[in-house]
């Protein structure tokens, strides 16, 4: 089975960090099983990893979560490309 | 609704090179929907790369994936710990 | 210096392929200037590392930029959080 | 706009823990206007994110950043190659 | 000396956090030898980044670590392909 | 035995292009000799990813080394912090 043979997902995810632990868990349990579907699998060679960022380490147009909700910027502005 | 300003997820995929393009839109679509959902953000704020690692870039237990395939080897061995 | 002699800067850049040599080279140089003036650290430091993505290896909403560009859908989508 | 289209940069910075909330926040402004401008896209497509390192979590020929601070080494070595 | 020259390794750990810093700075010291003398590079180009992870941001077949230990699942299944 | 339990390293790699075969798979086998060895875990649970980056794109103070080659530049400049 070369398909399978030659794959072992590693999967890594920057979140802003505050979410429960519960929620982490579901989603390590929902994304492999996703993955392991799709790409055909077994779920036992699927990693996750998460990588938790502060409100101020994420930023986009140059300017950080902390800030967006300190401005309440509605959201993130359209993408004008 | 702070939750969802607060949720960018950025999402990297390391896999072995050789999927199919079809399978790859796939896997952006499927995951995406996973993400989507279990985070409760919209898909829009979800972005995915992957980075696809040649035959001899990945390995487990010091073993090369092209190694694996050359000898054969029945899988990844079982984990000791 | 303890605020120079504690960093040392790595960052990577993820960009879709297709970017011609001579603005790889003008990024590394912009970016590093950029960095070592904000941070107050002396350029020799500051490392950065592209790695490039094939058009069906990002994906926004589920859709990769392949797709868009076969789609010719304008852009991004509103991100509606 | 094909070239914009195609372009939305992550960037992602390891740097040493420490720096003060307001700089992450200069750091994140300045870089995303260097590489809006010189990929020549949208500052509202570049994301930038910032993982913080302990002191003991990089190093440099072998020896952590906190047992540099230790031993006050004068910097880094010349890089003797 | 072009094979010199043209390496400086940048090599990234992700680890279950709970070490002790000693063994991070052993860690830093062994790989850097090993690196250094397997690429035959100096040691001063070699840099090593540590990233911990808390016992819910990591995942082997969709349960964390903080999971199995909870059910103090016997390590890691077997990979069935 | 908790800290075997609590251990599986992913290890990332980023190296310049051009290494022969043969040594990615030196790499690979004397790494994990080494991790498994001082964070004492199973072999088998090492996980090992080489990234190789073109020759522009990688940098040090601002000068990819395409640059340095073209340059002849002797090795990287003294690191003054």
């Known amino acids: 089975m070369p398909n399978r043979r030659k794959s072992m997902?590693?999967?890594?995810?920057?979140?802003?960090?505050?979410?429960?632990?519960?929620?982490?868990?579901?989603?390590?349990?929902?994304?492999?099983?996703?993955?392991s579907e799709v790409?055909?699998?077994?779920?036992t060679t699927v990693r996750i990893l998460i990588h938790e960022m502060g409100l101020n380490d994420f930023s986009v147009a140059g300017m950080t979560v902390a800030e967006r909700l300190e401005?309440?910027?509605?959201?993130?502005?359209?993408?004008?490309n």
Chains 1, 2, 3, 4, 5, 6 share one sequence.
Do not use: H
Request: with cysteine; net charge neutral.
């Open 9 to 35: 997902p590693i999967i890594q995810f920057n979140l802003i960090e505050g979410r429960p632990e519960s929620l982490k868990r579901e989603l390590a349990r929902r994304v492999c099983e996703t993955v």
């Open 39 to 43: 790409l055909d699998v077994s779920p």
């Open 71 to 80: 401005n309440s910027t509605p959201g993130v502005p359209y993408e004008k």
